[in-house]
T-cell receptor
Framework: AQSVTQPDIHITVSEGASLELRCNYSYGATPYLFWYVQSPGQGLQLLLKYFSGDTLVQGIKGFEAEFKRSQSSFNLRKPSVHWSDAAEYFCAVGAGGYNKLIFGAGTRLAVHP | GAVVSQHPSWVICKSGTSVKIECRSLDFQATTMFWYRQFPKQSLMLMATSNEGSKATYEQGVEKDKFLINHASLTLSTLTVTSAHPEDSSFYIC?????????????FGPGTRLTVL
């Protein structure tokens, strides 16, 4: 069965520090992979997605993610975190078509000034 | 960017009553919408796929008679929680598919917090 694992429930980083959020997936075929961010009072916003091609994907707000098939991973990175990046981040895999999403449990990011 | 709204943003109801939640795509037409449920500090769980003009497709374990979905137009899907009970209290989120370009894009509403007393 398809599944997504985000090992880190909560991460705290200092403003300006680099960030990596981990995501591992289980899926039989080539996965469609997504990262979303959820802020209070706002809908989930798509940061980036991977369908095929270049395994390093650039997204909005300075985020990038790298698809590693051998590790079944799709980790999200940002070189320098801003206080406004504090939010909940969800990794998702498209199952049965890229629109039907299975989400990980989420990682809550806190940013210290 | 595309906008999806939900109404109401929060609702409190008594046990045994029914509650309707609306999901609207404001600036695009969506033949497909999804309904998710999110428990506190947990992930989103897909409940059902709402298709305009046809019956919704429910995920395994989701009671279709409890969670009625109607997708009557290309911009509106509704979720009705019938005979609500405290265990139905949750955060309900909808999304709408905007088609076109290199792959469809799924836009999410801000969610509706349901509390059943």
């Amino acid at each position: 069965a398809q599944s997504v694992t985000q090992p880190d429930i909560h991460i705290t980083v200092s403003e300006g520090a680099s960030l990596e959020l981990r995501c591992n997936y289980s899926y039989g075929a080539t996965p469609y992979l997504f990262w979303y961010v959820q802020s209070p009072g706002q809908g989930l916003q798509l940061l980036l997605k991977y369908f095929s091609g270049d395994t390093l994907v650039q997204g909005i707000k300075g985020f990038e993610a790298e698809f590693k098939r051998s590790q079944s991973s799709f980790n999200l990175r940002k070189p320098s975190v801003h206080w406004s990046d504090a939010a909940e981040y969800f990794c998702a895999v498209g199952a049965g078509g890229y629109n039907k999403l299975i989400f990980g449990a989420g990682t809550r990011l806190a940013v210290h000034p | 960017g595309a906008v999806v709204s939900q109404h109401p943003s929060w609702v409190i109801c008594k046990s045994g009553t029914s509650v309707k939640i609306e999901c609207r795509s404001l600036d695009f037409q969506a033949t497909t919408m999804f309904w998710y449920r999110q428990f506190p500090k947990q992930s989103l769980m897909l409940m059902a796929t709402s298709n305009e003009g046809s019956k919704a497709t429910y995920e395994q374990g989701v009671e279709k008679d409890k969670f009625l979905i109607n997708h009557a137009s290309l911009t509106l899907s509704t979720l009705t929680v019938t005979s609500a009970h405290p265990e139905d209290s949750s955060f309900y989120i909808c999304s709408a598919i905007k088609r076109g370009g290199p792959g469809d894009t799924q836009y999410f509403g801000p969610g509706t917090r349901l509390t059943v007393l």
